[in-house]
């Protein structure tokens, strides 16, 4: 059954069929094989999928997103950025692993991050003589922080199909996104330790002020989800309403959200969303069909047999989404996968949330890898280069990106202990 369900799915998908369709078909062959085909049965696990009141938090997510993209807020966050660490050797790199720190705390979509920041800082970056790809690179790999410091929007679907919590999803990406940002500095201080670039002008401490006046209210708001997450203010959920609504005002008092831009950001939020709430719907009848024919339990009893040790399993999990990342989409892995792996998991007494976050952290690698990254597309769209000449500046910064995923292997303290204190 399982070969029948991943060989159907990966067939579809290689014949160019939506994800969801795909998800859809594999599943009914599967329920037609067992002879459990029942289209009143599909449907009621179809709205099931989307009856969720957690999953409402992406739309205000993505809405919070496009607001900020549309709203005037990226130049702001940039020029705080630049006003800081501009006049250092490489610095637009600095300006960018800062902005995307900070613009990981705004939105949780990797792909409209990298597509603000990139807009703006990748034309910049080649009119002052680096490296294309290579900058390229950079800002594909602090796009994807997006996904792992909170609020995270994988997140929020693994915390949805796993049943664990999202606040404790949300608090154990801190330390592994504030990793990955010292991973890329240190990589991009070693690739330009002798470039001989220009630089920006060293802004005096006024300016410098100046320029956080200027970006305080949209820095304020990852510090107004995060103390209001860990402190029980709000739920997931309602920290969306928050952030949307926060940012929605943010706009206005910058008088840079007119109506016009009002009406592209709810068309662009409602496309989005409807795609990603479209495949949650259909993964649930994949885990429906998936649980039925008992998968799981005979996936725990083949893996018992070859390790018995946590550890072993973590890695061999890394590596396999590793692959999967490859050729498939963050948010359609997590919601294929996790219903399968759940009682392995337990039988192993792996935490939840712990695989949780190295998973989302695996397959967000995945975005900037061909060949269907999809953030990689975005920066290749922008700097209108290659796939290949961006995959070659990319590849320093998803080699540290390894080593720190597979340092959280070894030792899962590095997530755990901070995930159970901040949360």
Request: hydrophobic residues 60%.
């Amino acid at each position: 059954m399982l070969w029948l369900f991943l060989g159907s799915l990966f067939f579809l998908l290689f014949l160019g069929v939506p994800v969801a369709l795909s998800m859809l078909l594999s599943a009914s062959l599967m329920l037609f094989q067992m002879d459990m085909f029942d289209t009143q049965l599909i449907t009621e696990n179809f709205v099931m999928g989307t009856n969720n009141f957690p999953l409402m938090a992406i739309p205000f997510f993505m809405l919070t997103g496009e607001i900020m993209k549309h709203g005037g807020i990226s130049e702001r966050i940039i020029n705080f950025a630049m006003s800081m660490v501009g006049h250092i050797k490489g610095g637009l790199g600095y300006v960018a692993i800062i902005s995307g720190l900070i613009f990981a705390g705004l939105s949780g979509s990797a792909v409209a991050d990298t597509a603000a920041l990139g807009a703006i800082l990748i034309p910049m970056m080649v009119a002052r003589k680096y490296d294309a790809a290579r900058s390229t690179g950079l800002l594909c790999a602090a796009g994807i922080i997006s996904v792992v410091i909170p609020p995270s929007i994988p997140m929020i679907v693994y915390g949805i199909t796993a049943g664990t919590s999202i606040t404790k999803l949300f608090m154990g990406g801190v330390v592994p996104g504030l990793l990955m940002v010292i991973g890329l500095w240190l990589v991009w201080k070693f690739l330009y330790r002798s470039e001989n670039l220009a630089v920006e002008e060293k802004r005096t401490g006024k300016q410098r002020w100046v320029a956080f006046k200027q970006a305080f209210w949209p820095l304020l708001l990852p510090v107004i989800i995060i103390v209001g997450l860990r402190g029980g203010i709000f739920t997931p959920t309602e920290a969306g309403v928050v952030a949307a609504i926060y940012a929605a005002i943010v706009s206005i008092l910058y008088r840079s959200l007119t109506w016009d831009k009002v009406f592209e950001v709810f068309i662009s939020t409602i496309k989005t969303t409807s795609m990603v709430m479209f495949v949650a719907a259909a993964a649930m009848i994949s885990a429906f069909a998936i649980t039925v024919a008992q998968i799981p339990m005979e996936l725990v009893d083949v893996i018992k047999g070859i390790t018995d040790s946590p550890l072993v399993l973590m890695f061999i999990l890394m590596i396999f989404f590793l692959l999967v990342g490859c050729v498939m989409d963050l948010i359609p892995a997590v919601l294929i996968f996790v219903p399968v792996l759940l009682p392995i998991l337990r039988a192993y007494n792996i935490d939840l949330a712990y695989f949780g976050i190295m998973m989302v952290i695996n397959l967000s690698i995945g975005l900037i890898t061909p060949p269907v990254g999809t953030v990689l597309y975005v920066g290749s769209g922008i700097a209108k280069l290659g796939i290949g000449k961006i995959s070659k500046g990319i590849l320093p910064f998803l080699l540290v990106y390894f080593a720190i995923l597979f340092l959280m292997v070894l030792f899962p303290d590095i997530v755990i202990v901070p995930m159970n204190w901040l949360s």
